[in-house]
């Protein structure tokens, strides 16, 4: 009998699993369960130009709804899994359905991390991860009214940024000294911080929210330093975290997500893990890493897709995306927590420059702003995990592309 | 109808695996030299308008500096996401060192 492969989360991770399966040509079924109603999307332009409404949601879609029939791929959306029988091997559903599975990849993503302040529950208060997030909060867009925005990591620094691009009055809390401050440390930090102090966005920094005060609807928000900043709605972004809680029960090992191998093999046969919530051994950092960016979704889906089938793909894409902040294109390659030298190349007090994390003289991850060309360029040496010449990385005179790797 | 404008840019000015942009009238145009041969497009990325003229020329391929997005230059196919439009390609002539476009 050919096989049946199940695929949980609609997500882009999900989706390019589906059609990398497709395209190999596999016999067998292929199904895509989703708990979101909409066909898979990609999430990049729901703090950017979707939020501000120059892109359709059409735009986002990862192929048409009608794609998928076409290549016999079945779409269950709108229902959400609620657990894995990993002995009987079948996938059930909230709603009691039943997928049987031979083959099963689990690309369920995130959730938003929930606030617990006081007056959280309060109307007007948003985070943002869905299409129907993003509906919500651009319902609240209008020019001249006041938005706050807690936290200022990508998701709250793009909203910010949006926000003020659509003419509302913005105030940015972050517990940090600076924006991103955890990834890029302070030098890069503070020139975010910057970029957006001269867009107007009143940012507050070193605080955070001691509760939300309303009625019905958030009218304030007051911060543990005993700031009071009247609003009409509010953004929180205040991260996620892999959404995993129908695997309780299933034998699966999860550890900050889903802990797969090079390959996407959990530790149980036959399923596999992508996107945001694998937790994926990462052979060139040589250590465990979970991604939340599109390329990692695309890519890692594609990858476990090859690997279902049968064909070994070891998944060592250097992780990388893109943060659109104003006229900023920010982007980040690599992966780093810490490092023992900061390389720069340009100006970090200007509005072009690249900044390089380095570890044993080795670079483990670089951020650029509007120099996408660099950064490019510098992936093949985060590769390479070679030391090299941080004097030759700052000179602007070094074409990056003369410098082995 | 479409016609052809003699460009004030030399062809010898594009060196081998380089990018440059014209402006056309009011078009953004990018041309890419391919081992000799000349490909003119648009310059605007069809994903989010970024200039392909900034971005990177491996053999045929151009790659957009902001998102990553790939096209042919010779035929304006998105070779990688996040693009799903294709790019607009224009015949280009070359006539004693100068570059003519058919825009």
New interface residues.
């Given amino acids: 009998m050919a096989p049946a492969f199940v695929i949980v989360g609609a997500s882009l991770a999900g989706a390019s699993a589906a059609i990398t399966l497709r395209k190999a040509g596999v016999a067998g079924s292929v199904t895509l369960i989703g708990a979101e109603p909409e066909a898979p999307y ?1 999430r ?1 332009p729901l703090s950017k ?1 979707y939020l501000r409404g120059q892109a359709s949601f059409d ?1 986002a879609l990862v192929r048409v709804p009608a794609f998928y029939a076409e290549h016999g791929i079945a779409t269950v959306l709108g229902t959400a899994a609620s657990r894995i029988d990993t002995d009987r091997r079948f996938v059930e559903l909230v709603d009691g359905r039943r997928f049987p599975f031979d083959s099963l990849l689990l690309a369920t993503g995130t959730r938003v991390r929930q606030l617990t302040t006081s007056g959280a529950s309060l109307q007007g208060i948003h985070s943002l991860r869905t299409v129907a997030d993003a509906n919500r909060i651009r319902a609240e867009m209008s020019p001249g009214r006041r938005a706050v925005v807690v936290g200022m990591g990508f998701i709250g620094s793009e909203v910010a940024a949006s926000l003020r691009q659509d003419g509302l009055d913005v105030t940015a809390i972050e517990p940090s000294k600076t924006p991103l401050y955890r990834v890029f440390g302070e030098t890069v930090g503070r020139r975010i911080a910057e970029l957006h102090r001269v867009h107007g966005v009143r940012t507050v920094f070193e605080d955070t929210v001691e509760s939300f005060d309303g009625d019905q609807r958030v009218a304030a928000v007051v911060t543990k330093n005993g700031r009071r900043f009247g609003c009409d709605f509010v953004v929180a972004g205040i991260g996620v975290e892999p959404a995993v809680g129908f695997l309780d029960g299933s034998g699966i090992h999860t550890d900050n997500g889903i802990v797969v191998d090079e390959y996407c093999r959990t530790n149980l046969e036959g399923i596999y893990a992508a996107g945001d919530v694998a937790n994926h051994y990462h052979p060139v950092f040589k250590r465990r890493i979970r991604v939340e960016h ?2 990692n979704a ?1 890519r890692q889906g594609a990858a476990a897709a090859h690997n279902m089938l049968g064909e070994p793909v070891i998944y060592d894409d250097i992780p ?1 995306f ?1 943060s ?1 902040q104003y006229d900023w ?1 920010l982007q980040y390659a690599g992966f780093h927590r810490s490092w023992d030298q900061l390389v720069v190349r340009g100006q970090p007090d200007g509005n072009s420059f690249l900044a390089c994390y380095l570890n044993d003289s080795r670079i483990d991850a670089a951020i650029a702003v509007n120099r ?2 660099d950064l ?1 360029r510098v992936i093949r040496l985060i590769k390479a995990r070679q030391p090299v010449d941080p004097r030759r990385i700052a000179d602007e005179s070094t074409d990056l592309r003369q410098i082995a790797a | 109808m479409p016609f052809e404008t003699a460009t004030s840019t030399k062809a010898s000015a594009i060196r081998p695996g380089a990018l440059a942009r014209i402006d056309i009238g009011g078009a953004r145009i990018a041309v890419a030299n391919v081992d000799g041969v000349f490909y003119a497009f648009d310059d605007a990325c069809t994903h ?1 308008q ?1 200039s392909l003229a ?3 020329l491996e053999g045929a391929k151009v ?6 997005a790939e096209f042919d230059v010779r035929t304006g196919d998105v070779l990688a ?2 693009a ?1 439009e294709p790019l607009r390609v224009y015949p280009v002539r070359v006539a004693d060192d100068i570059l003519h476009i058919e825009v």
């Fill in positions: 990609e990049p130009a735009s599109w390329q695309m990388w893109w659109d294109n996408g060309l490019r | 989010e970024c900034e971005g990177d790659i957009c500096a902001c998102h990553g996401p996040p799903t």
